[in-house]
Nanobody, 115 residues
Framework: QVQLVESGGGLVQAGGSLRLSCAASGRTFSIGRMAWFRQAPGKERELVGTLSWSTGNTYYAESVKGRFAISRDNAKSTVYLQMNSLKPEDTAVYYC????????WGQGTQVTVSS
């Protein structure tokens, strides 16, 4: 099993930045992929971006490409989501996801962007 703990959410004005963290513990050596998802009120959960645990390759949804960046600190088994040029439509609960043979989820952290 893997446990995921997110932090770093909050309230920010449009155009501002936030960095989310996701600390993984447990069977981190079995992680194949880390990802960030988000879910806005009344909407389905959507993929924000992914990071391959073995290669470090990343993928981003078109809606965040060029503004968001996923990185990791292997020593801390922590993945980050750097969010720049935030827009009100980025307001959502952000979830960290780890894929092994099954998916594990963090508890979510609220990001609110005011106009």
């Amino acid at each position: 099993q893997v446990q995921l703990v997110e932090s770093g959410g909050g309230l920010v004005q449009a155009g501002g930045s936030l960095r989310l963290s996701c600390a993984a513990s447990g069977r981190t050596f079995s992680i194949g992929r880390m990802a960030w998802f988000r879910q806005a009120p009344g909407k389905e959960r959507e993929l924000v971006g992914t990071l391959s645990w073995s290669t470090g390759n990343t993928y981003y949804a078109e809606s965040v490409k060029g503004r968001f960046a996923i990185s990791r600190d292997n020593a801390k088994s922590t993945v980050y989501l750097q969010m720049n040029s935030l827009k009100p439509e980025d307001t959502a609960v952000y979830y960290c996801n780890a894929r092994l043979t099954t998916d594990y989820w963090g508890q979510g952290t609220q990001v609110t962007v005011s106009s």
